[in-house]
């Protein structure tokens, strides 16, 4: 098993720890996103480790050039473009957030999602597609 390999499972497992619980208690974990969500320099924090996440799955592959990989690039340049955001514009996130995390069924289709998503990855990673070459 290769890095990329091994980072596709990371992203998987950081999928399910992170959205399970808004599937088991939405109520509650839209309260605790709220409250996160509501602090400038907690956005500001998260952008930087968002930012920093991003630019290790770059490290591993920048190129968008088709195949399966493409997924490391492209959550790679999402998550340092949101990091930036954050980093320079939390305030323009806040009201974002709010409108959009606002609602319990959100968290539960949103988990589901991330549920079906890290269950791809998972496949992905542990039965490639196509052998992995990084040039």
Do not use: H
């Not at 499972?9 to 996103?33: D, T, Y």
């Not at 591993?60 to 320079?88: C, D, E, N, P």
């Not at 269950?119 to 196509?130: F, M, Q, S």
């Amino acid at each position: 098993m290769d890095v990329t390999q091994k980072l596709v499972l990371a992203m998987a497992a950081w999928l399910i720890v992170i959205m399970l619980p808004g599937i088991i208690s939405p109520k509650r974990f839209r309260e605790l996103m709220m409250d996160l969500m509501s602090d400038t320099k907690i956005l500001r924090v998260l952008g930087f480790m968002t930012m920093c996440i991003g630019f290790v799955y770059l490290s591993v592959y920048s190129k968008i050039s088709g195949g399966w990989l493409m997924i490391i690039s492209i959550l790679g340049y999402a998550a340092v473009i949101k990091g930036i955001w954050l980093l320079w514009l939390p305030e323009t996130a806040k009201p974002l957030f709010k409108r959009f995390f606002n609602t319990d069924m959100f968290y539960i289709i949103a988990g589901i999602i991330a549920m079906l998503i890290a269950i791809g990855l998972i496949y992905v990673a542990l039965y490639p597609l196509a052998p992995v070459v990084i040039y």
